[in-house]
């Protein structure tokens, strides 16, 4: 899918949210943290917000540097992959819906549009009986 924007995955997305609320409760700033890992504070803001993931090696070596078990990172994590498999889906969906939409618009023929139309009706009614059965 060319021009497709790729979003962060969510294990990420949440390891940084981790990371966030880990740096606020102690107390540091994104500069101060940075230092004291020796990084920039642009990079720990990228950590925070998944757009670049953390290594485990750097993991643990802020799990160390801010007094917390390597696992406050990682518990309950395989609950996220369920979510992400079905957000996935979700998307994907979303995208098709979009794109037949942009289709839909480029029938010109108000008949054969309207006998389309009809068409996704039917399908989306009988779809729709087949998951109440």
Do not use: C, W
């Not at 940084?16 to 540091?28: E, F, P, Q, S």
């Amino acid at each position: 899918m060319a021009g497709h924007l790729k979003l962060p995955n969510i294990i990420d997305q949440e390891v940084g949210k981790r990371l966030y609320k880990l740096r606020i409760a102690k107390g540091l700033s994104r500069k101060e943290l940075a230092s004291l890992v020796s990084i920039t504070q642009q990079q720990i803001e990228k950590y925070e917000k998944a757009t670049n993931r953390i290594t485990v090696s750097r993991l643990i070596e802020l799990s160390q540097i801010l007094g917390q078990d390597i696992q406050y990172f990682t518990m309950d994590i395989k609950n996220l992959v369920v979510s992400k498999t079905e957000t996935q889906q979700d998307i994907e969906a979303q995208r098709l819906r979009l794109e037949g939409a942009k289709e839909l618009n480029k029938i010109k023929n108000k008949h054969l549009l309207s006998l389309v139309v009809a068409l996704i009706r039917d399908i989306s009614h009988i779809t729709a009986r087949s998951i109440s059965n």
